[in-house]
């Protein structure tokens, strides 16, 4: 069984893909239908990935290709759109398959297969479907440019370049920013060392990967090295066998 989002705005077409599931993939369960841009970053911040999205083009308040631009969408899409014109955009996304309405049962069936031997490749690989698509969609480099962060009720979007450090704390992964506020955030620091510029941010422990922009100063003692970062009381230790490459990534 397979957990699926709907995205549309239109209440007739979000029964009719219903049902059409309910015919050629009884057994799947659908997890919400969202009908705007906003609602559905609501939903990916206050819930689970799902396994697959059905997502309309033309939503309530704007295009959906403003979510992947603030959103790290972790699950394959199948983007189902009155319009042909955008077919380049959805595969540049997380788009597997491009469906024209009205959809038929057979397109929707056809799509699901692709589904099914994607799964089976990156499983045969050792990767997962949503550890791989986490990765797509970064734009023109290869390392991201801003995260979305819950802050209360809102999201905000907020680039890497305002970001002090990241910190592995008790309760979860907590980010700091510039300005000295801070907020919890679903990635693990692994994860974040693949979509992170290393020419910007640098792993110094198990715990923390530091900005270079942030840094005030590096102190050595007895115990070894520390940094110093206005954004968070106190220093944060250097690892022994990463303060050599530490300060040299520091130098360049």
Not at 109 to 129: I, P, W
Request: net charge negative.
């Amino acid at each position: 069984m397979i957990n699926i989002l709907i995205v549309e705005d239109e209440p007739l077409a979000v029964e009719r893909l219903k049902e059409m599931l309910d015919h050629v993939a009884p057994g799947n369960n659908v997890v919400g239908a969202t009908t705007s841009v906003g609602e559905t970053l609501q939903f990916f911040q206050n819930n689970p990935a799902p396994d697959l999205i059905l997502m309309d083009i033309s939503l309530a308040d704007g295009s959906c290709f403003s979510i992947f631009e603030v959103c790290d969408v972790m699950a394959p899409v199948i983007f189902c759109t009155a319009y042909d014109k955008y077919a380049l955009d959805a595969f540049q996304t997380n788009g597997i398959a491009y469906l024209l309405k009205p959809v038929t049962e057979t397109d929707l069936r056809n799509a699901l297969g692709k589904l099914d031997q994607l799964r089976e490749t990156l499983n045969r690989s050792g990767k997962g479907v949503q550890q791989s698509f986490r990765k797509i969609g970064l734009g023109e480099s290869e390392f991201k440019s801003r995260f979305l962060i819950k802050a209360g009720d809102k999201l905000l979007p907020v680039p890497t370049s305002q970001l002090a450090c990241f910190i592995a704390e008790e309760h979860g992964l907590k980010v700091y920013m510039l300005n000295g506020s801070s907020y919890y955030l679903d990635y693990t620091l692994a994860e974040l060392e693949e979509i992170l510029d290393p020419s910007q941010f640098f792993r110094i422990s198990r715990q923390a990967i530091v900005a270079c922009e942030a840094v005030i100063s590096v102190t050595s003692n007895i115990r070894g090295a520390v940094v110093s970062i206005d954004a968070v009381s106190g220093s944060i230790p250097v690892a022994r066998d990463r303060a050599k490459n530490f300060r040299e990534w520091l130098g360049q």
